[in-house]
């Protein structure tokens, strides 16, 4: 039966990404595990590897290839010996086995098989052979041969695979039990792609309509990230009800303990003021667990575990890596953490766990000498604390005037989760951390 290859979700947020590179061609033969493709998504390129064997048929979306609908299919495989004339009038998207390639080293949690989509907006045309084929059970050759070998019914064992397609799993497990009946296999709900409104497409007369002259401006489209931050970002600022919150925090004892910890760590290791801020957050979350939660609509979800996401800024945009458990890690650990996901960020080469799923984020603009801002939330959580510069400034010390290295801070929260009075307890325990960082080692 013809296997259909879809454009994956690599992320449970995708919606569309670009297929940079085929990695197969037209008649190679592939087994499970073989990479295929690179696609490019709003984060990250990724490689992506077969779930089953065969030889590929046809490409039917070329390399280089932008803004793919996932669920797409991109390619045709044929079982082992199957003969060509099963393709009689086919066209992309009917009803045929499918299946989603996985993307290499991802989370199994997050990355899972696709259902078939809507036909696309452009069909290709069909792709001309003769003859028919007869309808038969839907399983993997490998499943059929290890069927044949154990002496078992393919038609009583349930299959797992896309569109309840038989795959060796559910052959090694109808050879450990008895089979009961194949259960009907469901559709998952189709994928939704939602446009960024006016930010996509007739840019020129958006801005004819404004005043704007043409051709006084270049106008470069949006990419993949571009467009998903102006999205995500106009529902955060737009649906979600939330309210500022800031502090100052004196910092000269927190630079002091950073030199003198510099001054003695391993070779290699270097302790940055971000490092300090994230151990100081994720203690300040667990002190003050009310605040490191989430919205959902059917409650609020309190997390075990802080999981600090980082803003990071890269070619075209801004990425979130995590530090996971931030809590539980010294300061040497979540300073060789953040270099290496800092660096693969800006490679474009973070895997999805590694940038969704944070509880909490910062983002730190002092390198840039914004003294303060007010950042947008990062769904679904709950705050996110913005980190202006340390600069000298005039303070007042038991009724005497002096100067200290004072570093403003700014929490945004979300107010159906995190309540004024919760937000001001936070943000007390961080300032008592950052200006008595001996208690961060505590």
């Known amino acids: 039966m013809p296997i259909e290859i879809l454009m994956p979700a690599?992320?449970?947020?995708?919606?569309?990404?670009?297929?940079?590179?085929?990695?197969?061609?037209?008649?190679?033969?592939i087994s499970s595990g073989d990479l295929l493709a690179e696609i490019e998504t709003d984060k990250a390129t990724m490689e992506i590897e077969a779930v089953e064997e065969g030889l590929v048929f046809?490409?039917?979306?070329?390399?280089?290839?932008?803004?793919?609908?996932?669920?797409?299919?991109?390619?045709?495989?044929?079982?082992?010996?199957?003969?060509?004339?099963?393709?009689?009038n086919y066209t992309p998207g009917a009803t045929v086995s499918v299946?989603?390639?996985a993307p290499v080293e991802a989370d199994p949690a997050q990355v899972a098989p696709q259902p078939a989509p809507a036909a696309p907006t452009q069909t290709p045309a069909p792709i001309p052979t003769s003859g028919t084929s007869a309808a038969r059970v839907k399983a993997s050759p490998l499943a059929k041969r290890l069927a044949k070998d154990y002496g078992l019914d393919l038609a009583q064992i349930p299959g797992s695979g896309p569109n309840g397609r038989i795959i060796k799993a559910d052959v090694e497990a109808?050879?450990?039990?008895?089979?009961?009946?194949?259960p009907v296999a469901q559709a998952a709900p189709q994928a939704q792609t939602t446009d960024v409104g006016m930010l996509r497409g007739g840019?020129?007369?958006?801005?004819?309509?404004?005043?704007?002259?043409?051709?006084?401006?270049?106008?470069?489209?949006?990419?993949?990230?571009?467009?998903?931050?102006?999205?995500?970002?106009?529902?955060s600022a737009r649906?979600?009800?939330?309210?500022?919150?800031?502090?100052?925090?004196?910092?000269?004892?927190?630079?002091?303990?950073?030199?003198?910890?510099?001054?003695?760590a391993p070779e290699g290791v270097k302790i940055s003021v971000n490092d300090m801020l994230i151990r100081a957050c994720a203690i300040a979350l667990k002190q003050v667990p009310e605040a490191n939660a989430s919205f959902t609509p059917d409650g609020i979800a309190y997390h075990h575990h802080a999981d600090v996401a980082v803003a990071v800024a890269i070619d075209g945009g801004l990425i979130t890596p995590i530090v996971r458990e931030a809590e539980n890690k010294g300061l040497s650990i979540i300073s060789t953490e953040m270099k290496d996901l800092a660096a693969r960020a800006r490679e474009r080469k973070l895997k999805p766990q590694e940038f969704q799923g944070g509880t909490f984020s910062i983002s730190n603009l002092g390198m840039f000498g914004i003294q303060s801002f007010?950042?947008?939330?990062n769904q679904p959580q709950g705050m996110i604390l913005s980190v202006g510069a340390g600069a000298p400034r005039p303070v007042v010390k038991e009724g005497e005037l002096a100067v200290a290295t004072v570093m403003t801070v700014t929490l945004t929260c979300d107010h159906r989760v995190v309540d004024g009075s919760i937000g001001a307890r936070w943000l007390q325990a961080f300032k008592r951390l950052i200006e008595q960082p001996i208690t961060m080692m505590l």
């Open 58 to 88: 046809a490409i039917l979306v070329e390399e280089g290839s932008t803004e793919v609908k996932v669920n797409t299919p991109i390619a045709i495989l044929l079982e082992e010996d199957e003969d060509p004339s099963v393709m009689d």
């Open 374 to 377: 007010q950042s947008i939330l």
């Open 239 to 264: 649906d979600v009800p939330h309210f500022p919150l800031n502090i100052d925090c004196e910092i000269d004892d927190l630079l002091a303990m950073r030199k003198e910890l510099n001054g003695q």
């Open 174 to 182: 109808a050879k450990a039990q008895p089979v009961q009946a194949t």
């Open 99 to 101: 299946l989603a390639p």
């Open 10 to 29: 690599l992320s449970p947020t995708m919606e569309e990404g670009t297929l940079t590179k085929w990695l197969v061609k037209k008649g190679d033969t």
């Open 203 to 235: 840019g020129a007369e958006y801005l004819e309509k404004l005043g704007i002259v043409p051709g006084t401006y270049d106008l470069e489209p949006l990419d993949g990230m571009r467009r998903v931050i102006a999205k995500r970002l106009t529902e």
